[in-house]
């Protein structure tokens, strides 16, 4: 099971025999096997052949282009697995509002759990006194306590919302480099650097999710927890809700203190709202993505979510269980 993230201006993707290869000016800079290829990221000005495009549909593997501001452009996805079996059963969970609590319970207690886990281990690794984590510790084991119980979803998603406000208030403080501001969590659009290398990284864990559940025959835009809305794959995020601080912000916060990324790798996109990194600094994003992924077994954890998924909607196990970075 691999991913392919490709952000070298001007490269191209092509087939050659049972390969994916990327060249440049008649130079190879990656050749991967087709067989075991879940999915390749590419950037805009990235190009791919024809029969590439023909070769990962008949491989099966998913192809995603991404702007530099990280917003997906699109997907080619290939013909839904032939597993009719586990559709029909996420559809009929899709109407079991007691399930979906459950499930949604579960998400919401590991990305409380993983939240407070990146603000605890910051405060066992540097020395002083930091009483904003401090506080957002306490409420956020406040608040995965009371998850445990919700009622409801609504309940749920007021618990989920009041520890993430005590987590992003507390973030600012990871970042130690000089120069460097975090307003707050800004999504869309994202107007400062560290927000904006933030949601990047949502952009590819969310793709990284939304490829190996299709190629498990599962919808990833009927969830149990976020909100269906045309075009966004509710499944996908809700299954990497816990994932996102351990995985994506602790690099994001490691890119900056190392001062790898910098203000200046930042600049508006045209008249656009938001902002995109320069070839350079996506390059280097990447690279790092790969050994992030790498130091935390991340694609492995991701299939197991959604293999512990297909056995809940099967009626295997009764939940699924989130991955809690330990």
């Keep these: 099971m691999s991913f392919v993230y490709v952000a070298e201006h001007g490269a191209v993707l092509r087939k050659q025999g049972g390969e994916l290869a990327v060249t440049k000016e008649d130079e190879t800079l990656l050749q991967v096997e087709m067989a075991g290829l879940v999915s390749v990221v590419i950037l805009s000005t990235v190009q791919v052949t024809t029969q590439c495009l023909a070769a990962l549909l008949e491989a099966g593997t998913e192809l995603a282009i991404i702007s530099s501001r990280g917003r997906l452009l699109g997907q080619l996805t290939p013909p839904l697995a032939r597993n009719q079996a586990i559709r029909r059963a996420q559809f009929e969970r899709e109407t079991d509002a007691a399930w979906a609590l459950e499930q949604a319970r579960a998400v919401v207690i590991a990305k409380l759990g993983n939240q407070r886990q990146v603000l605890a281990r910051f405060s066992a690794e540097e020395t002083g006194s930091f009483p904003t984590v401090k506080e957002a510790i306490a409420r956020l084991d406040d608040a995965a306590g009371r998850a445990g119980a919700a009622p409801d979803a609504a309940s749920l998603l007021g618990y989920e919302g009041s520890g993430a406000a005590a987590y992003w208030a507390a973030f600012p403080t990871l970042l130690k480099a ?28 969310t793709n990284m999710m939304t490829s190996l559940l299709d190629a498990y025959g599962l919808d990833p835009f009927m969830g149990f927890m976020h909100t269906e809305t045309y075009g966004t794959p509710a499944l996908a995020l809700d299954l990497v809700e816990p994932f996102r601080a351990p995985v994506v912000d602790r690099m994001v916060v490691r890119l900056f203190n190392l001062r790898m990324l910098d203000p200046e790798d930042f600049a508006p996109e045209g008249e656009e709202p938001g902002l995109r990194m320069s070839e350079d600094a996506v390059r280097l994003y990447f690279r790092e993505w790969e050994r992030q992924l790498g130091r935390l077994s991340v694609r492995e954890a991701i299939k197991a979510q959604a293999e512990g998924l297909a056995r809940a909607l099967r009626g295997d196990a009764p939940v699924v269980q989130p991955w809690s970075w330990p």
């Design 178 to 205: 000089p120069g460097i501001e975090f307003p707050g969590r800004r999504a869309r659009p994202a107007t400062d650097p560290v927000n904006a290398a933030l949601s990047f990284g949502y952009v590819l864990l």
